[in-house]
């Protein structure tokens, strides 16, 4: 495989449940990001990591738990969500913070949250 | 102010037509600065990086005025396939999105 996975594609889940999204990339880039998209709004930065140590939290609440076991794998935890927490969630990478070559997105988890 | 300030769109255009969206950005110690495409329901992908001399991708130019904090992508010849949201996305610190401009050309 090659390129930035996600999964899963798309999630449902209740406001009591606990689940996981999953990224990983394969293109030997050393920092990795969790990005939330609504509908007709930019997209917002969650978390960022670099060397697999988080470097930013975008003062997102706590149902939203990351964690980065190396540089290749990026998770989102999500645990007590709200509806509103519903949204495109893009994960990205890019070989370094300096960003400037841009990021490689994943193709996102649609969740939403009932 | 917003950050990265986009035409909000949507621009409906014929095949054929040469269209232009404009961005704005806050943040004059910008550094780098590009263009993204999003088609509906999928993830954005780099279009084109812009730079301060400007740059041509075939029908597609990009143009920086640092001056003016101010970004430009022209699309020429415009194709059904370029209907899409496209996006400004400007670099300091971490990279910050504008909301998109939607386009849609029609046969």
């Known amino acids: 495989e090659t390129g930035v996975t996600q999964t899963p594609r798309h999630l449902v889940m209740g406001m009591t449940n606990k689940k996981s999204l999953k990224c990983e990339q394969h293109l030997g880039h050393n920092a990795m990001y969790w990005y939330k998209q609504s509908a007709k709004k930019p997209l917002e930065l969650m978390f960022v990591?670099?060397?697999?140590?988080?470097?930013e939290n975008n003062s997102v609440p706590s149902r939203f738990s990351p964690e980065c076991p190396n540089s290749s794998h990026l998770f989102l935890h999500l645990h007590t969500l709200q509806p509103e927490d519903s949204a495109l969630y893009l994960c990205a990478s890019s070989q370094d913070l300096d960003r400037h070559y841009g990021y490689t997105f994943g193709s996102g988890t649609r969740l939403t949250v009932v | 102010r917003k950050e990265v300030e986009q035409d909000p769109g949507p621009f409906n255009v014929p095949e054929g037509a040469t269209v232009a969206f404009n961005c704005t950005y806050s943040n004059s110690a910008s550094q780098s600065f590009f263009w993204y495409r999003q088609d509906c329901r999928k993830e954005p992908k780099l279009l084109m990086s812009v730079y301060s001399s400007g740059n041509e991708d075939g029908r597609f130019t990009a143009q920086l005025n640092r001056a003016s904090q101010y970004i430009s992508l022209l699309i020429r010849d415009s194709k059904l396939s370029d209907s899409a949201t496209y996006l400004c996305?400007?670099?300091?610190?971490?990279?910050?999105f504008g909301a998109g401009t939607r386009l849609t050309v029609k046969p």
């Open positions: 990591y670099n060397f697999k140590e988080q470097t």
């Open positions: 996305v400007v670099s300091f610190n971490d990279m910050r």
